[in-house]
């Protein structure tokens, strides 16, 4: 089976604009998480997608947004780019909610605000 | 706050030893617990996941689990140096897939 697939890989964009990342999970996953890492506060959860629904939220501002469509793919938003929004968004992609509920990382996408 | 604390490192070990990770977490509710391995550069890559008290083994990796103390470790046994790393420990709290990451640990293996 194909991994995570995520795009772009890399990005620059200046700060006020706005930002689309792409990810494609592994075939037949239905939940979609996203990650923010960064050297300061390092892996943090953004928002899980299942079934095209929001399931969990984690505790970033409203800029940054989400969604998820009938295939399972999802894109995050991030609208009015601050310097501190650099850092590499991760996707992760899940079969279901099940107690083990592991999670497969893609390879990120590396965010660069100037 | 739902914490997962880990040592920084970085930690050293010769090759061919026992590396010890270890991670303690603040909530009694947590669900599932997740050891990620991250190369430089490189995305988190899944080694195991515990959700039982008791020791779970794959290969050169064994990871323990004690609900009671809150803590769950990770042993390498057999060290190689292509087991430098950085292993992050991550815990499940709820029914969905949200995962709360330690800061992780650095391993060092010196041939």
């Known amino acids: 089976k194909a991994g995570v697939t995520q795009t772009p890989r890399y990005l620059i964009k200046t700060r006020g604009q706005q930002v689309t990342l792409s990810c494609s999970p592994i075939s037949g996953h239905r939940s979609v998480s996203w990650y923010q890492q960064t050297p300061g506060q390092g892996l943090q959860f953004l928002f899980e997608?299942?079934?095209?629904?929001?399931?969990n939220k984690g505790n970033f501002p409203g800029r940054f947004s989400g969604r998820q469509f009938s295939n399972s793919r999802s894109e995050m938003n991030v609208s009015t780019l601050e310097l501190g929004d650099s850092a590499l968004y991760l996707c992760?992609?899940?079969?279901?909610?099940?107690?083990?509920?592991?999670?497969?990382f893609g390879p990120g996408t590396r965010l660069t605000v100037t | 706050q739902k914490e997962v604390e880990q040592n920084s490192g970085p930690l050293s070990v010769p090759e061919g030893a026992i590396a010890s990770l270890n991670c303690t977490y603040s909530?009694?509710?947590?669900?599932?617990f997740f050891w990620y391995r991250q190369y430089s550069g490189k995305s988190p890559e899944l080694i195991m996941f515990i959700y039982s008290n008791g020791d779970k083994e794959d290969g050169r990796f064994t990871a323990q689990l004690n609900k009671a103390s809150q803590y769950v470790s990770l042993l390498i046994r057999d060290s190689q140096p292509s087991d430098s790393a950085t292993y992050l420990c991550a815990v499940r709290y709820n029914a969905g897939n949200m995962l709360t990451f330690g800061g992780g640990t650095r391993l060092m293996v010196k041939p």
């Open positions: 997608y299942f079934s095209e629904t929001q399931r």
């Open positions: 909530d009694r509710g947590s669900q599932s």
């Open positions: 992760a992609s899940s079969p279901s909610s099940d107690p083990s509920g592991e999670q497969y």
